[in-house]
Each structure stands twice: as C-alpha cells, then as structure tokens.
C-alpha cells in the first residue's frame, strides 16, 4: 500500500466526520501530518508519506470544514489545534510524532502547547511561530500568485511554493505529476469557506501575542527553503532559536515548499530525527 491508493476513511468526533487515511505498519508512535493553507489529503506529496511510512505508522487527515471533513473552518488557530487533538485522540492515539506543514505548522505548535503530554517529536516545516511580523501581507502574496496563476494557467503553488529558477521550475512540474499519481477515491476540494477562514487565522496568528514557545520542551526539527515567499525564512530561524531543543535545516535555491523540493533529503533527515 502506498499513499496514491490508501483508502480514505471517516473517524466521527462530536458528530462530525473527519476524514483521515493512514499508512505503514501499526506499532510504535504514529507520525502525524497537519497539512498547508488550502490543502486536502490529495496534496501530500506521496514521496514523503510514502517514505517516512517506510519505518512508521502515518496519519494524515483534513481537519474540521476541510476537504472530505465535516463542518466548518474555525476562523483562529487555536480551534484548530484543539480540534486536531480531538481527532489524533478518538483514533486512539495518546503519543504522537507531529509533522506540520505551513499551517500545519502553525497547528502543530499549537496542539504541543495545549496538550504537551500528546507530541513526543514535532517537524516545523515552512512555517513560523505566531506573532511573526510582515504575516498581515499573505493576502497580499497570495492574491498576487492567485493571479499570476489564472494567467499562465497554473496552480498557485507553482509561484507560492517554488522559486523561478530553473531547478525551481522542474521540481514544480515534478511535484504536481506526483501529486496526480492518486487517481481514484480523491478527496473534495478546498470551499470558499475554509480558504477565506483559514487565511483570516493565519492573519491573526501573525498579529498575535508571540507564543512563549521556551514551554515546548520536545525535540523539534525545524526546515524550509532559503527564499520562503509566504513565511520568511528568517521567521524559521527565529522559531528555532526561541525552542529549547531545535534543530534548523534550510534547503538551497528553494522556497515555501523546500521540503518538496528536496524530498529525499527531508525524508532522510525527518527518519534520522524521528530515530535519534
């Protein structure tokens, strides 16, 4: 089984449907993925799923008003970290490895200060910590790639996530056709709903109190590309030096999705990390 055919499954929590799928050998403590601003389960590159599933059990799932889930997008997020916690514990987990991506990881900081004795390892990816300055502009950045999108005729991301480079080019081409390897029981789109909520949250994150994030005492790997457009490298780097025990990893002529980019050197890195 791999992540392009592992079936979509619903678990219920308060009556609503969050849809999740999971992969590799149960046993041990799960690594759990919280996924990027306008993501459902179809936009996890399965080379990274599929690798880290290669010595771990992997969950991966939409939370509340996202993709096949139920519901709607909480507006702040702290809701969402409270609502990811639900979901990690009704699939019977009391010990998890977190992977956030974006604003994933976001919701991973925030679900490691609300219920510390649940994450025993976070990986912070393309994200940084609340209160980062210059966040009020992702409105901005994301409607000037929203409409350099609709005018080449492509997904957002290929500007939001990659450099225009060269090799940033090619390793957007090559992570989309990786991410339509999935062709069958695919997961519903983004709403308009959840795309607005979501951005509302990621604003209010960035306008926030910083977070003390010195009451994070578990181990956390720390990664993203040396030019990030949506969360500025140096807001990782900051995150890094403000957790007890971090370890940042910054990918060369790379972006927002660095870690796509170079996905076999995440993967390996995240293994090392996941081991140590």
């Known amino acids: 089984m791999t992540w392009t055919d592992t079936p979509t499954k619903t678990v219920a929590v308060d009556g ?4 999740y799928r999971e992969l590799g050998e149960r046993g041990g403590v799960p690594v759990v993925f919280l996924h990027h601003f306008t993501a459902v389960l179809d936009d996890w590159d399965p080379r990274v799923l599929d690798g880290v ?3 771990h059990h992997v969950v991966a ?6 993709g096949g889930s139920g519901s709607t997008v909480p507006g702040d997020l702290e809701q969402m970290g409270t609502d990811a916690i639900a979901v990690i514990r009704a699939l019977g987990h009391d010990h998890v490895d977190l992977v956030g991506f974006s604003l994933g990881g976001a919701v991973a900081q925030m679900v490691a200060l609300q219920a510390p004795d649940l994450v025993r390892r976070l990986v912070l990816a393309g994200t940084g910590p609340r209160g980062a300055g210059g966040v009020w502009k992702m409105p901005f950045i994301v409607g000037g790639a929203y409409a350099k999108a609709f005018l080449a005729r492509k997904d957002a991301r290929h500007f939001l996530f990659f450099p225009r480079t060269t090799a940033g080019k090619l390793a957007a081409t090559a992570y989309f056709e990786r991410l339509s390897e999935r062709t069958r029981d695919r997961d519903r789109p983004i709403s308009a709903q959840a795309r607005l909520a979501q951005l509302r949250a990621i ?17 956390v790997l720390v990664a993203n590309g040396d030019h990030d457009l949506m969360v500025a490298t140096a807001h990782s780097a900051d995150m ?12 060369p002529d790379s972006g927002h999705g660095g870690v796509f980019q170079h996905h076999q050197a995440f993967v390996s890195e995240v293994l090392d990390f996941l081991a140590d």
């Open 16 to 19: 609503i449907p969050y849809a």
């Open 53 to 55: 599933a290669e010595r």
């Open 61 to 66: 799932f939409d939370n509340r008003g996202v």
């Open 203 to 219: 604003t209010a994150g960035g306008l926030h109190a910083p977070d003390d994030l010195s009451a994070i005492k578990v181990p």
């Open 240 to 251: 890094a030096r403000r957790l007890p025990d971090a370890k940042l990893v910054v990918y």
